[in-house]
Nanobody
Framework: QVQLVESGGGLVQAGGSLRLSCAASGRTFSRYGMGWFRQAPGKEREFVAAINWSGASTRYSDSVKGRFTISRDNAKGTVNLQMNSLKPEDTAVYYC???????????????????WGQGTQVTVSS
């Protein structure tokens, strides 16, 4: 069982930056791929970024590529999402997720993730 707790959300003006963190419990964190997803009101949850178990491979949605950076620290059991040049359309609840298939390649669909955090609100004002 893996528990995920997100932090770092908040209110920021357009063009600003935020850094989200996700703390994972359990000794198997370093074997799992991790992802960030987001869900805006009235919309489906969508993929934002993902990183494989070692940190060597990452993927991003087209809407955030070049602005967001995902990273992980396996020793600390954390995965981070650095968000720069934020836009009002980035406003959403952001979720951290874990793919419990050990040593797997990066995955980008919600159905492939086994554990989810409670989410953290990010609001970007224009």
């Amino acid at each position: 069982q893996v528990q995920l707790v997100e932090s770092g959300g908040g209110l920021v003006q357009a063009g600003g930056s935020l850094r989200l963190s996700c703390a994972a419990s359990g000794r198997t964190f370093s074997r799992y791929g991790m992802g960030w997803f987001r869900q805006a009101p009235g919309k489906e949850r969508e993929f934002v970024a993902a990183i494989n178990w070692s940190g060597a491979s990452t993927r991003y949605s087209d809407s955030v590529k070049g602005r967001f950076t995902i990273s992980r620290d396996n020793a600390k059991g954390t995965v981070n999402l650095q968000m720069n040049s934020l836009k009002p359309e980035d406003t959403a609840v952001y979720y951290c997720a874990a793919d419990a298939t050990p040593f797997a390649s990066v995955v980008v669909t919600t159905s492939e993730y086994d554990y989810w955090g409670q989410g953290t609100q990010v609001t970007v004002s224009s």
